[in-house]
């Protein structure tokens, strides 16, 4: 099962809604972020471990991050879909990409095949 983020963003306003607090959320967005760097750091050889599945609790605190982030976003009635598309086309052109994100999805769904550019519309 795929999970757009308009249907993340609207299971995350039904649980936070009535009493999600935006600063309690983002000091769990805050902890999430430093486990992952806590995972990262063992990744990178820069921490000790264990036996432990280091890729899997990479992607649970990666979820984790998410999760808070756009819990946030939702409670402040954010289009995170449409933020996430205008930023990557400003980082876009000021790194000269190739392409953007949106021309690289249309590209993948056979909306606009060979899409290149330097990362603008048209």
Same mark, same amino acid.
């Given at each position: ?26 000091? =769990?967005?805050?902890? /999430?972020?430093?486990? +992952? $760097?806590? #995972? ?41 879909? =449409?933020?996430?598309? /205008?930023?990557?086309? +400003? $980082?876009? #052109? ?29």
């Amino acid at each position: 099962m795929n999970v757009t983020i308009k249907e993340l963003e609207a299971y995350l306003l039904d649980c936070y809604g009535n009493g999600g607090i935006d600063q309690s959320l983002f000091m =769990k967005l805050v902890e /999430e972020i430093g486990e +992952t $760097a806590e #995972v990262l750091n063992k990744k990178a050889g820069r921490k000790a471990h264990g036996s432990e599945d280091l890729q899997h609790q990479l992607g649970n605190e990666l979820a984790d991050v998410i999760h808070y982030a756009v819990a946030i976003a939702a409670l402040n009635g954010l289009d995170m879909n =449409k933020f996430i598309l /205008e930023k990557d086309k +400003t $980082a876009s #052109v000021k790194y000269g990409h190739r392409t953007n994100l949106e021309q690289f999805v249309l590209a993948k769904r056979g909306g606009r095949p060979g899409a290149s550019g330097n990362g603008q519309n048209g």
